[in-house]
């Protein structure tokens, strides 16, 4: 009896299990590509790259603080009778340009992150609410981000990059033209 049963309950499962599995549509997007193609995220990276400079101005400050104390150590040293005390001071002011710049550098790179992250979130969040839309729209259940290289396999059919890109007014970038003239241009001849 109690064989039966198992045996019962096997095969129930094994014919509820494809239609359990069929339930499941997933489709994917290449979501770092869009965030690229936004327009919004060309000005987002050119305000980046403004605050990366003003950033690396003072990483070039404390650079050039430190090159001005090696410049009058080379001085000091290069004397007949050097002044210890003053190459000492030199060496401990140099140490000490050499361990802010470290800090500061470390310091640069953790705002930077922060910063990209800052401009990067409402291009995500206008995305991922376009994502949504059309996965509820088009019945999927789950959505994989196919950019970053984990995916073995993805149907082109359940790509959602075109129907996001189109929902965003998003156009494609033109391709680069590698023959050098202009396109549908023919060389040597007349139309």
Not at 73 to 95: F, G, H
Request: glycine content about 4%; aromatic content about 6%.
């Amino acid at each position: 009896m109690k064989k039966s049963v198992l045996s019962l309950a096997i095969c129930a499962l094994c014919f509820a299990l494809p239609s359990i599995v069929n339930a499941q549509k997933v489709a994917h997007i290449n979501f770092q590509e869009i965030i690229t193609l936004m327009p919004e995220y060309q000005t987002a990276s050119t305000e980046y790259e403004l605050y990366q400079a003003s950033q690396e101005d003072a990483l070039k400050q404390i650079e050039a603080d430190a090159m001005a104390e090696n410049e009058k150590m080379r001085v000091e040293q290069a004397k007949p009778a050097p002044n210890q005390t003053r190459l000492k001071i030199y060496a401990q002011n140099i140490e000490m340009h050499q361990r802010n710049y470290q800090e500061l550098q470390m310091t640069i790179q953790d705002s930077l992150k922060n910063k990209m992250a800052e401009l990067v979130a409402p291009i995500k969040e206008k995305i991922e609410a376009a994502v949504s839309e059309i996965a509820k729209e088009k019945g999927y259940t789950h959505v994989i981000d196919s950019g970053y290289g984990m995916l073995i396999y993805a149907d082109e059919a359940h790509s959602l990059d075109e129907l996001v890109k189109a929902k965003l007014n998003i156009k494609d970038k033109p391709a680069m033209n590698p023959g050098g003239g202009k396109p549908g241009s023919v060389k040597g001849g007349s139309h």
